[in-house]
């Protein structure tokens, strides 16, 4: 009996040393697993935090450059922040002195923030330089604005000029030149800007309000109708028409059998949204330098400024 109870004793102590062999065997794996997953996720984050210091450095290395700062202050005044632009003009102007390119997104920024007078000044600093269209334009939307249509369509035909494919401008010319009573002036510009950017609902309505204008309804009215244009938009343009040859002091004499319209500082009919497709006034686009993107900040005034009367007064601040 004592053999048997000592060889029992032998076999448990046996299989408790096996026992705790095991455990301390997966204790010391398990311990090596969580010092390696725990190595692992260290390093994986150490990376993460150095490619994002990586790319922080980067993206300020980018924004340290005079074309890339001229590009966030583009960006910028696309969104509307126009006051703010100005600030970053000045930082920008402080860093790398005045060029053209600083000089244009001043002029803009200073006309749309309502100060006429330096936007001006600005604008024809740009004489003589390779933004010279930029500065003819941004003169022609002033004079639009004051009501000077036949002065803005004599400046807007000297940016034409120097470039001659871009189709908003020549939009703008031709609306200018209506409101100018210009309608012989007008056709070509407004043809041409239709062709150029067959997409654009400002080149679809001011063509049409220049069929309506010159009695060719049937014409505007396959032109609205192949556009798609809204009812709303197409109300706007007849209205617009209808106050045109409504008003009686011709800035220019009309050609034979066209009616006449407004004299200069008198009112324009003018809707602000371009979603809503009626852009019945001087919107320039933005320098082709940069790209030919609009700078128009298009919000939308709700369906009851679609549905109302045409407003008056030019709308090129609201959008460039």
């Known amino acids: 009996m004592r053999s048997f109870a000592l060889f029992r004793y032998c076999a448990s102590s046996t299989r408790l040393k096996s026992t705790l062999a095991i455990a301390g065997a997966t204790l010391v794996l398990a311990g090596c ?11 994986e984050a150490q990376q993460r935090q150095a490619f994002e210091t990586a790319n922080e450095t980067k993206a300020s290395a980018n924004i340290d450059t005079q074309a890339t700062y001229l590009q966030l202050v583009s960006q910028m005044q ?3 922040l126009w006051f703010a632009s100005l600030a970053h003009i000045d930082a920008l102007e402080q860093r790398w002195g005045v060029t053209p390119d600083s000089t244009r997104v001043r002029a803009d920024a200073l006309r749309q923030t309502g100060q006429a007078v330096p936007a001006e000044a600005a604008y024809k600093r740009l004489m003589g330089t390779s933004l010279e269209s930029a500065g003819y334009r941004g003169l022609g939307l002033i004079a639009g604005e004051r009501g000077n249509f036949a002065e803005s369509a004599q400046l807007l035909r000297q940016a034409q000029r120097r470039t001659p494919t871009d189709g908003l401008l020549l939009s703008d010319l031709g609306y200018a030149s209506l409101r100018a009573g210009q309608y012989e002036e007008a056709r070509l510009p407004l043809m041409q800007a239709l062709q150029l950017r067959p997409d654009s609902t400002q080149a679809q309505a001011n063509l049409a309000l220049y069929l309506e204008l010159t009695n060719q309804r049937d ?30 002091a011709p800035v220019a004499a009309a050609s034979p059998g066209m009616p006449t319209v407004a004299a200069a500082g008198e009112t324009s009919p003018g809707i602000r949204d371009e979603a809503i497709a009626t852009p019945l006034a001087l919107k320039a686009s933005r320098w082709a330098g940069m790209g030919g993107v609009r700078t128009a900040n298009q919000l939308n005034p ?7 009367a045409p407003s008056s007064g030019m709308t090129s601040r609201g959008t460039p």
């Open 302 to 308: 709700g369906a009851e400024a679609a549905t109302s």
């Open 219 to 248: 014409q505007a009215l396959a032109l609205m109708d192949s556009s798609r244009m809204p009812e709303a938009t197409r109300q706007a343009v007849r209205a617009a028409a209808i106050q045109m040859r409504g008003q009686t």
């Open 78 to 80: 696309q969104q509307g």
């Open 33 to 43: 697993a969580v010092s390696k997953d725990r190595y692992a996720a260290t390093e």
